[in-house]
């Protein structure tokens, strides 16, 4: 039984910053990509970043782009997401989540390509 437990969200003002964890058991995290994705209330769940097995390659949503930094720690099983500069509009459940497939591929952004999810950390940043 794989399980992923998100921590490390709050309340913070715009302009603020917040670390994201993401600790993952019943498994290691293998070579497997892991991302990040968000859902604010009444939207759709939307792609924040992934990282490869390595850390090689990262991708971000280009709303997030420059402010956000996702990283791994493989010893750990552990993921991060380090964000700055917050704005009211990153405002949502943060979810981390393991790509089905050791290959980053050309969808990443997708939810139907991770087959693992956490519960999710609540962020609420205020204006």
């Known amino acids: 039984q794989v399980q992923l437990v998100e921590s490390g969200g709050g309340l913070v003002q715009a302009g603020g910053s917040l670390r994201l964890s993401c600790a993952v058991s019943?498994?290691?995290?293998?070579?497997?990509?892991m991302g990040w994705f968000r859902q604010a209330p009444g939207k759709e769940r939307e792609f924040v970043a992934v990282?490869?097995?390595?850390?090689?390659?990262?991708l971000y949503a280009d709303s997030v782009k420059g402010r956000f930094t996702i990283s791994r720690d493989n010893a750990k099983n552990a993921v991060y997401l380090q964000m700055n500069n917050l704005e009211p509009e990153d405002t949502a459940v943060y979810y981390c989540?393991?790509?089905?497939?050791?290959?980053?591929?050309?969808?990443?952004?997708?939810?139907?390509?991770?087959?693992?999810w956490g519960q999710g950390t609540q962020v609420t940043v205020s204006s």
């Open positions: 989540a393991v790509r089905s497939g050791y290959y980053l591929g050309s969808n990443y952004y997708e939810k139907t390509q991770y087959n693992y």
């Open positions: 990282t490869t097995y390595s850390g090689s390659t990262t």
């Open positions: 019943g498994r290691t995290l293998g070579n497997y990509p």
